[in-house]
Nanobody, 126 residues
Framework: VQLQASGGGLVQAGGSLRLSCAAS????????MGWFRQAPGREREFVAA????????YYVDSVKGRFTISRDNAKSTMYLQMSSLKPEDTAVYYC????????????????????WGQGTQVTVSS
């Protein structure tokens, strides 16, 4: 599956952005999906994940209550609605697709995701 992330930009602290990840090539609903981010000088980190059916979501503690992950399988697209943005949210955001599946378990490691989008830059100014 090919992934294309978009929607990044420059926003002031407290603002909002919505990232999109468009998938093509294979049946989108066959994949668990996730968002990761990488800030300058830091390792890439997990942000959020969503199950194949959108029935379940999981977030890193630092974004809980501010970010919402969702997906539209009919449109083969995943979203990340980001609100109350902080300067520490500044990073390149990547979407990723996982073939792994385990009931009630969310994959948060890079190695669990086989397909990756190219990344979109999010910059939050103070």
């Amino acid at each position: 599956v090919q992934l294309q992330a978009s929607g990044g930009g420059l926003v002031q602290a407290g603002g909002s952005l919505r990232l999109s990840c468009a998938a093509s090539g294979r049946t989108f609903s066959n994949y668990g999906m996730g968002w990761f981010r990488q800030a300058p000088g830091r390792e890439r980190e997990f942000v959020a994940a969503i199950s194949r059916s959108s029935g379940s979501t999981y977030y890193v503690d630092s974004v809980k209550g501010r970010f919402t992950i969702s997906r539209d399988n009919a449109k083969s697209t995943m979203y990340l609605q980001m609100s109350s943005l902080k300067p520490e949210d500044t990073a390149v955001y990547y979407c990723a697709a996982s073939e792994n599946y385990s009931v009630g378990y969310f994959y948060t490691a890079d190695r669990d995701y086989k397909y990756w989008g190219q990344g979109t830059q999010v910059t939050v100014s103070s």
